[in-house]
Nanobody, 117 residues
């Protein structure tokens, strides 16, 4: 069973929104420091949003600030990423993992987000 399972991706037009979800198995608690990463074709994987361990503080990459919001539901052990005003440059595979240091064994399949008109 995968430790982290991402969902919610899809194809949208510029300016539209998507909400990604990351379901964590019982072996991983989203109360830990968690983050959303993305990898576009030909580029390195980057951390775009993170939420601190046990605290509600969040931080974002400049490229997504004021458009993306990371949150978590501890009861369901789920991490979310609300993405608004999507741009073509947001096109990537999105992953969740611990942050700021991801665990190699936690990488899931990711969820594809495509923004195109």
């Amino acid at each position: 069973q995968a430790l982290l399972t991402e969902s919610g991706g899809g194809w949208v037009q510029p300016g539209e929104s998507l909400r990604l979800a990351c379901s964590a198995s019982k072996r991983v608690s989203v109360i830990s420091g968690m983050g959303w990463y993305r990898q576009a074709p030909g580029k390195e994987r980057e951390l775009v949003a993170r939420i601190l361990s046990g605290r509600p503080e969040t931080s974002y990459a400049d490229s997504v600030k004021d458009r993306f919001t990371i949150s978590r539901d501890i009861a369901s052990n789920t991490l979310y990423l609300q993405m608004n005003n999507l741009k073509p440059e947001d096109t990537a595979v999105y992953y969740c993992n611990t942050a700021p240091t991801p665990r190699r064994t936690y990488w899931g399949q990711g969820t594809q987000v495509t923004v195109s008109s």
